[in-house]
């Protein structure tokens, strides 16, 4: 098992940055990828980046690429979202995900951590 925790939401203005972690605890050896996605209020939940634990290859959905960065630092088993200009359409909760095989599919949910954006 994986335990994931989310970390680092709370409320930004318009144009500000935020900075979002994930703790991963548990099997953290067996962890292929690590994921972020976020539910906005009243949509889908969405899929944003993902990094590979062990080799650091990174993958951003079109929408996010230049103002969302994804890493990890292997050390304290965490994964960071960084989030510059942000916007009042990134008002959501924030979720990690993790998987243990390569896949679209992500077996372990952390229980987010709210972004509110406002203006």
């Known amino acids: 098992q994986v335990q994931l925790a989310e970390s680092g939401g709370g409320l930004v203005q318009a144009g500000g940055s935020i900075r979002l972690a994930c703790g991963a605890s548990g099997r953290t050896f067996s962890i292929h990828t690590m994921g972020w996605f976020r539910r906005p209020p009243g949509k889908e939940r969405e899929f944003l980046a993902s990094?590979?634990?062990?080799?650091?290859?990174?993958y951003y959905v079109d929408s996010v690429k230049g103002r969302f960065t994804i890493s990890r630092d292997n050390a304290k088993n965490t994964v960071y979202l960084q989030i510059n200009s942000l916007k009042s359409e990134d008002t959501a909760v924030y979720h990690c995900a993790a998987n243990v095989v390569p896949s679209y599919t992500y077996d372990y949910w952390g229980p987010g951590t709210q972004v509110t954006v406002f203006t």
């Open positions: 990094i590979s634990w062990t080799g650091g290859n990174t």
